[in-house]
């Protein structure tokens, strides 16, 4: 019954009693729906496309109030059960870009989050990744991360989106970018500053650029220019993860950091195979 009432929404000029009863529907569900329910929800509301209700969900987002807006993204991510849910949603002509755009400093932090985790949730589909691309996602990404007031979560998500994306070439060939590598400085600029969640995300990401990768030599000499090394070296004695460690040491190899005399000589810098994605 209630993804009918969704499904009506058309937002015609006459079609306001049906908007209220959407955006009540959906509230509802945001309330109601729990992890057991994602794919029986997912299958009723992207029947056949899921044209409609998609379209009421977009609806709902560009002229609901902030707390619809932010109802109506965690409903989009609930029905992002599986890949091809993910899929079909992605390929709306304007849900994934209406988001993307939703990720910005002029955005409430709570929007914000709701937006990059359910960016997050898409982006495991590797297509849908290639899309998150194509729409600018990395920009957006960029300037969160260049922006020093933004929030701890916002911060972690942005960083986590920006890892999954750094798996794509295209998403690397964005990262490395053209305007003097202010994403990957922005990327330092993280480290050891928000969380440790954060600060694993960061390193992550840049040992994909300059260590697995290597694809451009900027990158390298951004990581220099902006205190990554010393700030690498903080890493490896602080308490984030072995893997996240190995990295880092993996990374100050490849900077070919003088070890003699520093702290790095009470370590091993042999380098053992991470799968991070």
């Known amino acids: 019954m ?86 079909i949603i992605s390929e709306h002509d304007r849900i994934v870009p209406e988001l993307i755009k939703s990720i910005s400093s002029e955005t409430d932090p709570s929007l914000m989050e709701a937006s990059l985790s359910f960016l997050i949730t898409i982006s495991t589909s590797k297509r849908v990744r290639s899309k998150l691309i194509a729409e600018k996602t990395i920009t957006k990404i960029k300037d969160i991360l260049l922006t020093e007031t933004t929030s701890v979560t916002v911060t972690e998500k942005s960083l986590k989106l920006l890892e999954t994306l750094s798996s794509k070439r295209e998403g690397r060939s964005e990262i490395y970018g053209g305007d003097g590598g202010r994403c990957v400085e922005g990327v330092v600029r993280k480290l050891l500053k928000v969380s440790t969640t954060a600060t694993e995300h960061a390193v992550t990401i840049l040992w994909c650029l300059c260590y697995v990768f290597r694809e451009d030599k900027k990158a390298e000499e951004t990581v220099v220019r902006s205190n990554g090394v010393t700030k690498l070296l903080v890493v490896i004695q602080s308490n984030c993860s072995p893997m996240v460690r190995q990295m880092a040491k993996d990374l100050i190899k490849v900077l070919k950091v003088n070890t003699s005399g520093s702290v790095l000589s009470t370590y091993e810098t042999n380098t053992t195979h991470i799968a991070p994605f």
């Open 2 to 87: 209630l993804v009918n009432i969704i499904a009506a929404v058309d937002g015609g000029t006459r079609a306001t009693a049906k908007i209220k009863l959407g955006l009540l529907a959906i509230m509802i569900l945001d309330t109601i729906i729990n992890e057991r329910d994602r794919e029986r929800l997912s299958n009723l509301m992207l029947t056949d496309g899921g044209g409609c209700c998609l379209t009421a969900l977009l609806l709902a987002i560009q002229r609901g109030n902030l707390k619809t807006k932010i109802e109506s993204v965690r409903v989009l991510e609930m029905i992002s059960f599986d890949s091809k849910s993910k899929e």
